[in-house]
């Protein structure tokens, strides 16, 4: 999901997303990642069980479709409308409102919800707009709201080999599609200290329940807003 208020990088992640629609959820096929996401598929649906939760940039809704049956309702967003008819495929109606829009600009009508997810977004969040994206999030949720992301961890040979960084220490990959097409992509691979002290103040981070700590190509980063 890409911010509709772009520059050119955003506009070249925009179209990197939108041709890659048709072959996005091969990268949940690899074998080393099995046993991640059939933990994550366990676990997701007890976070959010009973809530009211934003998803920001939910893509194919390949996560979306595990945490709408738990979920009181699901306010699914993203900015590629290609990946999005994939999601609305994948959920029963009325479990999940979906929107097109701005995960730096969400939803005005979109606020005292009870939780918020964002599964292999924050990756694509360029480090000087860490800590905008997150404010902005907050202001959709209630006090003691709880904010869950999930995201990789570099594993060599099952991640892009990093092909650039910039002077902020954004990292980038090259990333070529079925169609021969090759795309440069912004990929962060922040540290949970990183991501400790970016709440700060905004948050309290929250442990992990064991099963999650296990993981081994994908990290989760839970923490809960004040009152």
């Known amino acids: 999901m890409i911010p509709t208020e772009m520059d050119g990088s955003d506009q070249q992640m925009q179209r990197y997303?939108?041709?890659?629609?048709?072959?996005?959820?091969?990268?949940y096929q690899k074998p080393e990642r099995q046993a991640d996401i059939a933990l994550l598929?366990?676990?997701l649906p007890k976070r959010v069980e009973g809530l009211r939760v934003l998803e920001v940039a939910c893509g194919t809704g390949f996560w979306t479709q595990f945490i709408a049956p738990a979920a009181k309702h699901v306010l699914a967003l993203d900015a590629s409308p290609e990946t999005m008819a994939i999601a609305q495929q994948r959920v029963a109606p009325g479990r999940v409102t979906f929107?097109?829009?701005?995960?730096?600009?969400?939803?005005?009508?979109?606020?005292?919800?009870?939780?918020?997810?964002?599964?292999f977004w924050f990756s694509h969040v360029p480090i000087a707009r860490r800590r905008e994206f997150l404010q902005g999030l907050h202001r959709c949720l209630a006090?003691?709201?709880?904010?869950?992301?999930?995201?990789?961890?570099f594993v060599a040979g099952s991640n892009h080999a990093i092909s650039e960084t910039d002077a902020?220490?954004?990292?980038?990959?090259?990333?070529?599609?079925?169609?021969?097409?090759?795309?440069r992509v912004l990929k962060n691979f922040p540290r949970r200290d990183e991501l400790v002290a970016l709440i700060e103040?905004?948050?309290?981070?929250?442990?992990?329940?064991?099963?999650l700590a296990g993981l081994t190509c994908y990290w989760c980063f839970e923490y809960q807003l004040p009152g």
């Open 17 to 27: 997303y939108a041709a890659r629609a048709p072959e996005y959820d091969l990268v």
């Open 168 to 183: 902020e220490g954004n990292t980038f990959q090259a990333r070529q599609l079925a169609d021969g097409s090759t795309h």
């Open 143 to 153: 006090p003691g709201a709880r904010v869950l992301l999930i995201d990789n961890r």
């Open 99 to 119: 929107r097109e829009g701005d995960a730096y600009a969400l939803p005005e009508d979109w606020r005292g919800l009870d939780a918020a997810f964002a599964g």
């Open 41 to 43: 598929q366990a676990e």
């Open 201 to 211: 103040g905004m948050g309290t981070p929250l442990p992990n329940p064991a099963v």
